[in-house]
């Protein structure tokens, strides 16, 4: 089944939190929505769901058609920020969803039991869930959503407190769990290698507007504006002024390398000249902050530079990773 949207606005208190005039997640597909935080992403997503306080107007569609929320409520199961648990064993809250749908007991723990294995958890299955982890929390609480074979799947920052190993690995095992399942998936996230790991399609949320959408190896190496560009870590910004260039080419930092000043840049690279502000460690790699005539740009480096606060430096990029972008219009 497809879930979609036509003009939805939410607003509260005379404010605008979110405008999307289409946007359209097809059976089998997972769309990944990104931004940053206050961007609009879990009022877009509880939006979709009939969910929360906020006046909603506008339509959403399931496989094409307009929904009601009883429609919305038994086709749609959603994984919200900081899951709630309820008292009771790990099985039975992954059996919550199925008994709620009016599965008997016995044939709903059935049912979840792969699912708790499927997100690696099947041994904490008779665990009383108000012991467990951040992590195991998220796992059971994707296990509770997957078992009841939704056909729309909404997942609002899923991973979000976890540490890096068990993010890898959740992600991992979310992703055949998810190919198992032929549900249209919408993912909520501030970070792109989630977007990567998981979805097809990716859109970009920027002031609660969907500024991007498109494949997500697409998405994330052509932002469309500035603001796209900072969402996507081209957050080395070379003004025009700069390199001579009609329009503001951005790049990443880590795609950016100090050079001394009086080394010519490689060619094929665009250079800027300015003077080191401050060495910022970030372990394994140092960024540049480098101050020019026309404002900061960073670099990112693993070598040790030696260089210190106060010298001058240049910092060239490949023209082969630098994109050129738009300022902000509206
Ligand atoms: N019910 C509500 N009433 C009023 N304002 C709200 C309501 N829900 C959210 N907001 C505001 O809407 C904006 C978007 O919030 P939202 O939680 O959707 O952002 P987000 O992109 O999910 O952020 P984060 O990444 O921090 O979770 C924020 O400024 C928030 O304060």
Request: aromatic share 0%; net charge neutral; charged share 20%.
């Amino acid at each position: 089944m497809s879930i979609g949207c036509r003009d939805l606005r939410v607003t509260s208190g005379g404010r605008e939190l979110v405008a999307v005039p289409s946007l359209d997640i097809a059976a089998g597909e997972t769309l990944a929505v990104l931004g940053a935080n206050g961007a609009g992403k879990s009022t877009l997503l509880r939006a979709l769901a009939h969910l929360g306080t906020a006046t909603r107007s506008g339509t959403v569609l399931l496989d094409g058609k307009a929904a009601t929320t009883a429609e919305l409520r038994a086709a749609v199961a959603a994984v919200l920020q900081r899951p709630v648990l309820q008292r009771m064993t790990v099985l039975d809250n992954a059996a919550a969803g199925l008994r709620l749908r009016g599965v008997p007991r016995r044939a709903a723990r059935q049912r979840a039991e792969p699912w708790l294995a499927a997100l690696g958890v099947a041994h904490l299955a008779t665990r009383h869930a108000g012991n467990l982890s951040g992590g195991e929390a998220q796992r059971v609480a994707l296990a509770r959503a997957l078992a009841v074979s939704p056909r729309v799947l909404l997942l609002d920052e899923p991973f979000a407190g976890l540490d890096a190993t068990s993010r890898t690995d959740l992600l991992a095992d979310l992703r055949s769990a998810l190919d198992a399942q032929n549900a249209a998936v919408l993912l909520v996230t501030h970070d792109r290698a989630e977007a990567t790991a998981l979805a097809g399609r990716t859109a970009l949320l920027v002031r609660g507007e969907l500024r991007q959408v498109g494949r997500t190896d697409e998405v994330l190496d052509a932002p469309a504006d500035l603001e796209c560009a900072n969402l996507l870590g081209f957050t080395t910004h070379l003004p025009p002024a700069l390199t001579g260039h009609d329009t503001m080419l951005v790049a990443r930092p880590e795609r950016c390398l100090p050079l001394a000043t009086d080394r010519p840049p490689p060619p094929d690279t665009i250079a800027v000249d300015g003077v080191l502000r401050r060495v910022v460690p970030l372990g394994g790699a140092v960024r540049l902050d480098v101050d020019t005539t026309e404002g900061p740009v960073t670099a990112v480096t693993t070598v040790d530079t030696a260089m210190a606060p106060g010298d001058p430096v240049r910092v060239a990029a490949l023209a082969a990773h630098l994109r050129e972008c738009p300022p902000v219009t509206r």
